[in-house]
Structures are given as structure tokens and as C-alpha cells.
């Protein structure tokens, strides 16, 4: 690709494009001030208009004097293309820079700027500052990394070659800047089949042959190159459309729409967990922002880039996820397959006893939640009624797994906020054999959390984090900890703050956070601080 081709259209200095900038405002005639931009077409025509919709690849606008147009995105040169496609949702995008940025510097606290693993995190945060639109600190960034790994022949150190050339490209089209952009994009092809999950990496190298395609069809500089790189996104994203059959028949099921649902059950009591399902859905969007702009945005497409079809959309135009509430019948060919993969015979008729979440399935429509349950309005003791709790309780696990690039790392996190979301929308907690021996008692539910954790801490035990944030073989209760510990988190405002950011950044990068990261990311010295002050927090009158 030479240089003679590297402008787009009439290519404007950066400055004068101000393709990402905010143009001044003037007041409508309801006294609204209405943002302006000066988007610039692929001929280096300005037009200066207000954005009103970005969606599927047509952006609605409005110009000065009041005409309406939808134009394709592909319309606009190189600059105006990635601030439209980076359009929805400034706010959280802004807010997922500072969460992703605060990772990358804790990774790095500890483990050093050559650590591959920092390397994941650093990109993720040149990432989200590009598409926060703070060019320059991306290119200055992504630039210190890159230089950090010296001459690294692998793909997490291609893809910062990559990312510091497309953000040198947003500032300026320059020969140099498009070297390392098409020759990062090269390398991370050729280094893709290194890394230990290669099919992990399918999403982002679609976003990577997208965006070179797109750079190079708007420079018009390489048709041969440009079919190459199309031909790549599509092998990409084809790996990503791949679903098991759906096992359960939906049409003899009673349906509900809510706001953010399509609830599916044979029960009459579909209007209970309606009711239900909305109030869990409410409690997690208050601690996590950036969920009511997935459902609300009108196009959802999950962290795996998984889109939803037009049925998952109501009238309103909003995403509603999911869930499926079945009885004995329909879930039968799931427990089969789910029940395969637990290895001890006891644990597993234990398990189908208790009828709790047992799959996750994904469908040529979208992931949704399947979780055996009762019918309510069958039990005359509401102490033996479990089926609100499991709904309440697994709602977290199944939006985190929509959501997040990484359905585990963060276990402890929507596990405690089931415990905590149970007891407070039911009235009745139940965390699992807190107490108990897992292995000699099997699995139980023990209402009495607060007492069984106060007279364990009383008797000298603490919470493991090593443990209870990285996994491995927990003990009884470890579970009730992970609810303390979402109970302490959630008790302070400023921690609350850090909790969304905590999912913001796990949605950008597919990797996990260990228990001296995590105690670091909320304000504690070391795990064991962090482990005391759980300890204290279960002795305190807060925990109630």
C-alpha cells in the first residue's frame, strides 16, 4: 500500500476534521442544547449534523436546518467511521477506559510491564481508550508497551503493534502508522495458533481483519488485500455462530414479557417469577450501570459477539434476555448431559434432588437461562419453597455469563450477590452447607448464615481468599464468605463504584484476577487485610 493512497478522500489534518470532537451548541426550540459534529464523507465533504441514531451500520442525523437523513456509516472516511461506530454509550465507555486502565496498572504492580499476562490488560486498556476517543493517550500508552516487549513474536505483543498503529492512524494517516497497523494485524494471523486456546481469540481477530477490510476500502488502496482480509473476518466470525440445537420445547410453555425478559414457563405462577425476575434485574442494574445499556442500547450483542435476533426485541426496541423455567420433562435431556460431568453418584443425585441451574444453553438465538424448578403456588410451607431462591440466586451467574468475556473468573462475586439478592428479595437466604461438611453431609441449605459464619470466625476461622477467589477445592464455608464479602463490599459507597468497574474491566479482557489483585482493586493492602476485614464485617451489627 503506498503512501500516495493513504488519504481518504480529500484526507484533513486531525485537527480540522474534528470528525470525534464536539462542535458547538445551539438550543432547540425547547430550549435543549442538541449536540452538533462535523462528520466528514469519503469525498472530504463536512457535514455538520446532530447523530441521533447509530445501528447496524446506518447513522441517523439531523442537519442544522432540520432535514433527517440515514446514511451508511461506510459513507464516511476513516476518522467519522470510528467515532460513529463508538457512538452508543459514551458514558460507560469512558468509565470502562478508567476500570480497564486501574487493571492494567495493578497487574502491573505486581508482576512487571514484560509480563504477558500484564500485556492482555495493557491492550485491553489502548483499547478502551481508543474507543473512548483519547487518541493521544492511547498512542502514548500502547507505545510504552510496545516497547516494553522489545521485538516479542507473540500475538498479545502483534496485537499492541496493531492497536498503536490503528490509534496513530486516528490521529494522522501516515505510512509508518500504517505499517504497524497492517503488519500487527499480520502477525497476530500468524501467532494466533501459539496461544493455548486459539479459538479464544476468534472475536477479537474478527474485530481486527473488520477493521483493516474497513481501512483498507475507504483508502481504496488494495482490492486483493481488501478480499483477503473480508474472507478472514468471515472464517472468523463463522467460528462464532456456532450453537448447539435447542433441547426444550418452548411451545407448550406459558410466555411473559416484562421489561427486560421473555419468561417461558408451564406454570401458572409465570407471573410470579415475571415479578421476581424484574426485581433481581433492578438490584443488578443499580450496582452495575452498564447492564441497563446492554438491554436498553436496541443492539445487544454479547461479549463473544453472539447477536440476538429481532424475537429477543420487543415493540420498544429493547433487548429482554431469556429465561426458562421448565419442569421434570422438558429439562430431562439437559440434567442427562449436565449430570454427566459430576463424577461422584451421591454429589450427583444430590444435585438433581435439589434441582437448581443445570445448563447453560446456547441456541441458533441467543444464551439463555435454564433452571429446574416448582411450581410456588404447590407448597403450604413457604420454608420449603425454593423456587424464587433459585431464580434470584442464578439471575447474576446468567447475566454475568451474557456479559462478560469470562463466565469464572468473577464466580465469587456472582455467587455472593445470589446469597445477597436472595436474602434480600425473599426474605430467606440459602447458601449452601455453610457449616457442613460438603463431603460427609452432601449438599444442604442452611438458612442460619449469619449465625453458622459469626460462630466460625468465633472459633477462630477466616476467610481464604486464595481460596475462595481462585477456587479449587472450597469448603462449606467458603460459599457463605463469598456472601459476607459482597455484603461488605456493597456497605460502602465507594467500593460499590469499584464493583462495576470490576465487571466493566472483566467484560474487556479474558483473563482472571487472582485474590492479590482483587484485594488490591478494593483498597486493601493484601489478601489478608482484605481477609480481616471480612472477619469484622461478619462480627459487626452491619451484617444483619
Known sequence: MSSRELKVGRALPFWKVITILISLCYLGREGKAEEMHKLVDLKGRVIEARIEKVKDGQVSIKRMDGKRFILPVSKFEFLTQHFLLNWTGREILERTKRACLHAANIKEQLHGGANKEVLKFKNSAGKALINANHIEEAIAYLNKASKQQGESASWHAFRTKHLLGYSMLLREMTPAAEELFIEGGEGMVRAQSSLNHPESANLIMSHVALRINRYIEVTKSDES???????????????????????????????????????????????????????????????????????????????????????????????RFLLVLPDKEAMEPIMKRYLKSIDDAKH????????????????????????????????????????????????????????????????????????????????VASVHYSGKDFNRDGFRRNT??????????????EPNMKRIIWGGDRRAEDY????????????????????????????????????????????????????MAVKVFIRSKSFK
Open 225 to 319: 488485500s481488501s478480499a483477503r482480509w473480508k474472507g478472514l473476518y468471515e472464517k472468523y466470525r463463522k467460528t462464532l455462530d456456532k450453537f448447539e440445537p435447542l433441547t426444550i420445547d418452548l411451545h407448550r410453555m406459558r410466555a411473559r414479557e416484562t421489561p427486560h425478559f421473555n419468561i417461558v414457563s408451564p406454570f401458572s405462577s409465570v407471573g410470579d417469577y415475571a415479578r421476581i425476575a424484574e426485581e433481581t434485574w433492578v438490584e443488578l442494574a443499580n450496582v452495575f450501570p452498564a447492564l441497563r445499556a446492554d438491554f436498553e442500547k436496541g443492539d445487544f450483542m454479547t461479549p463473544y459477539g453472539l447477536r440476538a435476533p429481532i424475537t429477543q426485541y420487543g415493540e420498544d426496541g429493547r433487548f
Open 348 to 427: 450427583r443425585d444430590a444435585a438433581f434432588s435439589l434441582a437448581s441451574v443445570y445448563g447453560f444453553i446456547e441456541d441458533k438465538d441467543n444464551r439463555f437461562l435454564v433452571a429446574r424448578i416448582r411450581d410456588p403456588k404447590r407448597y403450604s410451607d413457604p420454608d420449603q419453597n425454593w423456587t424464587f431462591n433459585r431464580v434470584v440466586h442464578h439471575l447474576p451467574e446468567a447475566l454475568f455469563k451474557l456479559t462478560l468475556r469470562s463466565g469464572d473468573q468473577a464466580y465469587w462475586l456472582h455467587t455472593g450477590l445470589g446469597y445477597h439478592l436472595e436474602h434480600k428479595l425473599t426474605g
Open 448 to 461: 442460619a448464615w449469619h449465625d453458622a459464619l459469626r460462630k466460625i470466625v468465633r472459633n477462630g476461622g
Open 480 to 531: 457463605g464468605y463469598m456472601w459476607a464479602i459482597v455484603e461488605m463490599l456493597l456497605a460502602d459507597p465507594e467500593r460499590v463504584v469499584l464493583l462495576g468497574d470490576f465487571v466493566l474491566q472483566s467484560r474487556q479482557t479474558p483473563s482472571y484476577m487472582n485474590e492479590k489483585e482483587v484485594a488490591l482493586w478494593f483498597n486493601y493492602a493484601d489478601p489478608k487485610e482484605m481477609s
